[in-house]
């Protein structure tokens, strides 16, 4: 079958491949509509690898996928064929003991698109376990149903936070996640979400969303920012969307006593950060890999209209212009938040 295929580092080709065509009793087959790219994609296309996970072979790209189902398994109750749908790209054991307690985000075994070894979306059909399927309501398009995979970083994030109504949070960093974050807060219950960077195209794009308060930390200063909007007190919640090292010194300046900083961003190398800071305020740190149990609940936001997603979709390109896609993609051009690829059947 014909797939975006990244053979090595800086090398991507469109050519046919070897790819999974039987449709399991537990799977369905889905006729892919949209992709988009990730940060992740474009890493690996620009590096060759995340951390440990390597391209040592030839990979399929993309994780980000809508799509319609054309075929169904025989045990399959719960999708049928002409179902619109969009898919989570792990897939875990479902005997795992990780799965079992519900965070089948952590299980060992967990397969995942387009993170080595393991093939993604990025061609005309694929193959994927009818319990990480999920069907659109009909008026989410298939570019929105495709930002529910970057958007399920955002509602684990929120999840992770336990938000009470009304708490005001930090999210640093403006990037894709940052913005699905600061979303994800809002609709969580969050009365207005700060968000900082350094570039003030990415937070003007933030910025058209009612609640997300923009703070370019080359031009403000952010404590004084956090103390304006919090009368002294602090955020009850920090967002870390930005994984960069530098941020990590005064993230706990910003939290009120007994506040929370939540962690998103994965910074490369380990990072140094202020412990008496966080004792101090008895804060309480939380993580988050991917998600779990969220897919939902994203796509009931979106359905509701409580959150638009639409205005990051910044560009659509043609299944046959993916490479195209993918050298825009990593120019990193500060006005893209999220690039797409479109698939005809
Ligand atoms: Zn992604």
């Known amino acids: 079958m014909k797939a975006l295929v990244l053979e090595k580092q800086h090398v991507l080709s469109l050519r046919d491949i070897d790819l999974p065509s039987q449709t399991g009793p537990d799977d369905v087959k889905i006729a892919i509509h949209t992709v988009g790219i990730c940060g992740s994609d474009v890493h690996y296309y620009t590096h060759g690898a995340i951390g440990k996970f390597i391209v040592k072979a030839p990979m399929v790209l993309g994780h980000e996928a809508s799509g319609t189902i054309v075929e169904v398994g025989a045990k399959v109750k719960s999708l049928k064929v002409g179902d619109r749908v969009c898919m989570e790209p792990g ?12 965070l089948y985000n952590l299980d060992g075994d967990l397969t995942f698109w387009a993170t080595p070894p393991d093939h993604g979306c990025l061609t005309p059909h694929v193959i994927h376990p009818a319990a990480f399927t999920y069907k659109l309501p009909d008026h989410v398009s298939f570019a929105e149903g495709a930002m529910v995979e970057p958007f399920a970083v955002g509602m684990q994030a929120a999840t992770r936070a336990r938000i009470q109504p009304g708490d005001v949070a930090l999210v640093t960093g403006c990037g894709p996640i940052g913005i699905m974050v600061a979303l994800a807060a809002l609709a969580g219950g969050c009365a207005k979400v700060l968000i ?44 870390e969307c930005s994984g960069s090292p530098r941020v990590y010194p005064t993230l706990f300046d910003h939290i009120r006593p007994g506040g929370a900083v939540v962690i998103v961003g994965l910074p490369v190398e380990p990072v140094a950060f202020d412990v008496a800071g ?66 005809d059947h």
Request: hydrophobic share 45%; proline share 3%; net charge positive.
């Open 91 to 102: 897939v875990a054991n479902m005997n795992s003991r990780a799965t079992k307690l519900g």
């Open 196 to 239: 900082s960077d350094i570039s003030a195209p990415k937070l003007k794009i933030a910025a058209q969303y009612a609640g997300i308060i923009p703070v370019n930390i080359t031009q403000q200063n952010l404590k004084e920012e956090v103390e304006k909007h919090t009368s002294g007190w602090g955020v009850d919640l920090v967002f």
């Open 278 to 343: 966080a004792v101090v305020k008895e804060a309480r740190i939380e993580t988050v890999f991917r998600y779990a149990n969220v897919y939902d609940r994203a796509i009931d936001l979106m359905g509701s209209g409580k959150v638009d997603l639409k205005p990051l979709i910044t560009a659509t390109f043609d299944f046959n212009d993916s490479i195209k896609a993918f050298e825009r993609a990593a120019e990193g051009r500060p006005t893209d938040v999220k690039l797409q690829i479109r698939l």
